[in-house]
Structure formats: structure tokens, C-alpha cells
């Protein structure tokens, strides 16, 4: 099993930054896909950005140059460091864990486990 609370939600105006943190515990997620999904309001659960246990990290298109990711395994903590806001990255934000990112598994995209989500309100 696996915890994952995450934190440093809120809200900012449009331009400004925020930096989320996912905290794990329980098993060893050291070798995990650690994600980071958003769900605006009214809309499906969607991918953000993520990062394999090798450092690789993929990005949606929609925030790619505005948003990083990066996780500490020695923690474990994920960071999501969101700049450059916008109204429309509005929306919960969930940490998830899984063995393998599947990007067409638009329900759970092969996450075994997710956080209860922070949200994120960008004004504008």
C-alpha cells in the first residue's frame, strides 16, 4: 500500500507561481511513475506532468515551459513548480503512483494509487 498526501495548493492570480508537493509513504515508490493529474472543474481528470524513477519526465502540451517536475526518492517527495498561471490551469490536482505511465488509460493512466488532490485557483 501506498499514501500520498499532497499539499501547497491555493490561490494565486494569473502570472504567478505555486509549487505542490506529493509526500508518499508506506512501500517504496523509488521505482514508480510518480504523476501529477488535474481535473478543472466540470471536466474529466486529465495528465499534467510525471516522472519515472530514472528522472524522465513527460509533460501535457498544455504546460509544457511553465511547469516542472521532479520528485527526491531519498523522502519520498514529488514537486509540480507551476509558473507563468493561467485561469485555465484551475482545477484539483491529484499525485498518483504507478508502476508504468499509460497515457491512453484515460481513466486511471496505470496509476495503482492516488492522493486526495489539492486545489489550485488561478484568478484572473
Known amino acids: 500500500q501506498v499514501q500520498l498526501v499532497e499539499s501547497g495548493g491555493g490561490l494565486v492570480q494569473a502570472g504567478g507561481s505555486l509549487r505542490l508537493s506529493c509526500a508518499a509513504s508506506g512501500r517504496t515508490v523509488s521505482t514508480d511513475f510518480m504523476g501529477w493529474f488535474r481535473q478543472p472543474p466540470g471536466k474529466e481528470r486529465e495528465f499534467a506532468a510525471g516522472?519515472?524513477?530514472?528522472?524522465?519526465?513527460s509533460y501535457a502540451d498544455s504546460v509544457k515551459g511553465r511547469f516542472t517536475v521532479s520528485r527526491d526518492n531519498t523522502e519520498p517527495t514529488m514537486y509540480l513548480q507551476m509558473n507563468s498561471l493561467k485561469p485555465e490551469d484551475t482545477g484539483i490536482y491529484y499525485c498518483?503512483?504507478?508502476?508504468?505511465?499509460?497515457?491512453?488509460?484515460?481513466?486511471?493512466?496505470?496509476?495503482?494509487?492516488w492522493g486526495k488532490g489539492t486545489l489550485v485557483t488561478v484568478s484572473s
Open positions: 516522472i519515472g524513477w530514472l528522472g524522465i519526465t
Open positions: 498518483a503512483v504507478g508502476s508504468s505511465f499509460k497515457r491512453d488509460d484515460y481513466k486511471n493512466y496505470g496509476m495503482g494509487y
